[in-house]
């Protein structure tokens, strides 16, 4: 693989059920992101990790718990989901310099 | 509290029109700001300024920050249809040992042919 992947593409998820967004990237960048992008509102951070070990919260991380096991890998949980969670999901990465940051194709998700 | 106000919000022109998108911000610890094109999915990176009066140049595409105005402006000379997009601008700010971006809502253009 190159650059970063996310998965699922899409998703319909019922209200109440828990589910995990994987997002993996092979650059060996030290510092991903969570955001999520909805009409009218833009990107909004979810959490952020600035390298393998370490988590921090960004703009709206209420329902949502990330990890960082290793550097590749950056899962999303929505441990209850809500229909309010319904947007489209991007994850992101950046190297240690912090230039830019690298998105991945996002998720689309849909919570009924 | 930080933030990144993007005008116009959506610009419809013809082809081979030139336009002027606008970006203004407000934040602490300013480290650049980026310029991103989205079209169907996601953001890919089109410039990132970090010094005021320095044109940033690609193509059509060109860009240039201003920190005394606090503000940028991005350029695209003699559009084409495959420039419709969503155009963002972000605003990396350094907080907490890592950079963060505040992202503006963004400007939709939308060249006709």
């Known amino acids: 693989i190159a650059g970063i992947t996310q998965a699922p593409t899409s998703q319909i998820l019922a209200a109440g059920r828990r589910m995990t967004l994987r997002c993996t990237q092979d650059m060996r960048h030290n510092a991903m992101y969570w955001y999520r992008q909805d009409l009218g509102l833009g990107l909004r951070l979810i959490h952020y990790s600035n390298t393998a070990g370490t988590t921090g919260k960004g703009e709206v991380p209420d329902g949502y718990s990330v990890s960082r096991a290793n550097t590749d890998d950056f899962p999303l949980t929505l441990a209850s989901a809500v229909p309010s969670q319904t947007s489209v999901y991007f994850c992101?990465?950046?190297?240690?310099?912090?230039?830019?940051?690298?998105f991945g194709p996002g998720t689309r998700l849909l919570v009924l | 509290e930080d933030k990144v106000v993007q005008s116009p919000l959506s610009l419809v022109v013809h082809e081979g029109d030139t336009v002027t998108l606008n970006c203004s911000y407000e934040v602490t610890n300013f480290r650049s700001l980026l310029w991103y094109k989205q079209e169907k999915k996601a953001p890919t990176f089109l410039f990132m300024l970090?010094?005021?009066?320095i044109e940033k140049k690609s193509g059509r595409l060109s860009s240039i920050l201003d920190k005394k105005e606090l503000s940028s402006i991005l350029n695209i000379t003699a559009t084409q249809t495959g420039d419709s997009a969503i155009y963002l601008c972000a605003v990396d700010r350094f907080q907490g040992g890592s950079e963060k971006l505040v992202f503006g809502k963004g400007t939709k253009l939308t060249v006709n042919p």
């Open positions: 970090t010094s005021s009066g």
């Open positions: 992101a990465s950046s190297d240690d310099r912090g230039t830019t940051q690298y």
